[in-house]
């Protein structure tokens, strides 16, 4: 939905594409309505485009590079500084790293990590948080939260491991068939080459020692082989990178891994909790 506080708030990017786009229309002679029309878009669509009250769908700028682009390539390049855009400012520095690291070491404890997570089950979390979202802005961090996925299938080959504290499997979010369908491509994502998935049990606390009860956290490793970690309290985020806190970090992550169920177990709870929706 185009809204005129938008136009206040639009990122740079957001801001050249409505540009380079209001210069190319008018360079071809096309009114916003002609252009719209070539594009399958409405031509108000075009002018909230062009005056920053709704930034450029991925879908729209797909069309802008068919009609305008003249080949140059200009609006499939924006695609990715537009999205960077829409991801909330804290945690902009952060996805750049994602987007680029060979290898990402993740803890969660709450919900499903974003990566992993189905589009509906995305929606669902992120349209029931607080404070409430304006429907435009969910259906814009559901899209880029959906786009980050790439990095499953990049070249070269990142190598992902998740490990979800068990408690995520009791907390549905949606609906059942919602949490039933997340939990089906959960086992598929975990059948990856590339990826590692592990469950913590509720019990490992029986042992004496639950060395997940700090929280989430985020382990990165970039394509200069330099290591750091990423925490993100209540919307707030920290990016580590002194070697002596990372050390610890992953020294920590590396005892949840040992007192997490094995891959080939993990699969199997995963695959058994999925079922068929209630």
Do not use: W
């Amino acid at each position: 939905m185009a809204r005129a506080e938008n136009k206040e708030t639009a990122g740079p990017a957001t801001r050249l594409v409505a540009d380079v786009a209001r210069r190319m229309r008018i360079k071809k002679k096309l009114t916003q309505e002609q252009l719209g029309k070539e594009m399958g878009f409405s031509g108000a669509a075009v002018s909230a485009m062009e005056t920053c009250a709704q930034p450029a769908s991925d879908e729209m700028l797909v069309a802008l590079e068919r009609v305008l682009g003249e080949g140059t390539g200009i609006f499939e390049q924006a695609r990715e500084y537009v999205r960077l855009d829409k991801y909330p400012e804290q945690f902009k520095d952060y996805v750049l790293l994602e987007q680029k690291a060979v290898g990402l070491q993740l803890y969660t404890t709450q919900v499903i990590h974003g990566l992993f997570q189905t589009e509906e089950y995305a929606r669902a979390l992120i349209g029931g948080g607080y404070p409430p979202l304006p429907e435009h802005r969910v259906e814009e961090l559901v899209e880029v939260r959906m786009a980050r996925k790439a990095i499953f299938d990049r070249q070269p080959t990142a190598l992902l491991e998740l490990i979800m504290d068990a408690s995520v499997f009791t907390r549905p979010i949606g609906s059942r068939e919602i949490m039933h369908r997340q939990m089906v491509q959960l086992a598929g994502s975990a059948k990856r080459r590339n990826v590692t998935l592990q469950v913590l049990p509720l019990d490992c606390g029986l042992s004496g020692e639950h060395a997940g009860a700090r929280g989430e956290m985020t382990l990165v490793e970039t394509p200069e082989h330099d290591h750091l970690v990423y925490l993100e309290p209540q919307d707030e985020s920290l990016l580590v990178s002194d070697p002596a806190k990372v050390s610890t970090y992953a020294q920590r992550y590396a005892k949840i891994r040992a007192q997490a169920l094995g891959s080939r177990e993990s699969l199997g709870l995963i695959e058994r909790l999925a079922g068929d929706p209630e």
